[in-house]
């Protein structure tokens, strides 16, 4: 059993990847707080600001269950001088916004 460190998967600590890792933990942080704020619209508004809690703490663990692999494929990119961005989870961040935004105006002007 090896007890030496890795070596880095790339050779700037402190690049890009660390800077989105970081990035990607606020937005998550941001959308665990916004739920929080949700609930407290819960006895105005009813039960359609559950859709909205679940909705943002679903969009908050599916960042953070793919921050690993996407912390190492930027790394990777570095590495290679091959970096692309990640178009997939902008585009599914971007959908849940607007799919909130949505929700909360359904929710606010109520049936």
């Known amino acids: 059993m090896s ?7 790339h050779r700037d600590p402190g690049l890009q990847p660390e800077r989105t890792v970081m990035s990607w933990g606020r937005t998550t942080l941001s959308l665990c707080v916004a739920a929080l ?8 508004y009813g039960a359609g600001v559950l859709a909205m809690v ?8 599916g960042i953070y269950a793919t921050q690993r692999r996407r912390y190492a494929v930027a790394a990777r990119g570095i590495s290679a001088e091959r970096l ?8 599914v961040m971007s959908c849940a916004v607007l799919g909130l935004g949505v929700l909360g105006i359904l929710v606010v002007l109520g049936p």
């Open 3 to 9: 007890t030496a460190p890795r070596p880095p998967l």
């Open 37 to 44: 704020v949700f609930l407290r619209w819960l006895p105005h």
């Open 54 to 61: 679940v909705v943002s703490l679903l969009v908050a663990g």
């Open 84 to 91: 692309r961005a990640d178009v997939v989870a902008v585009g």
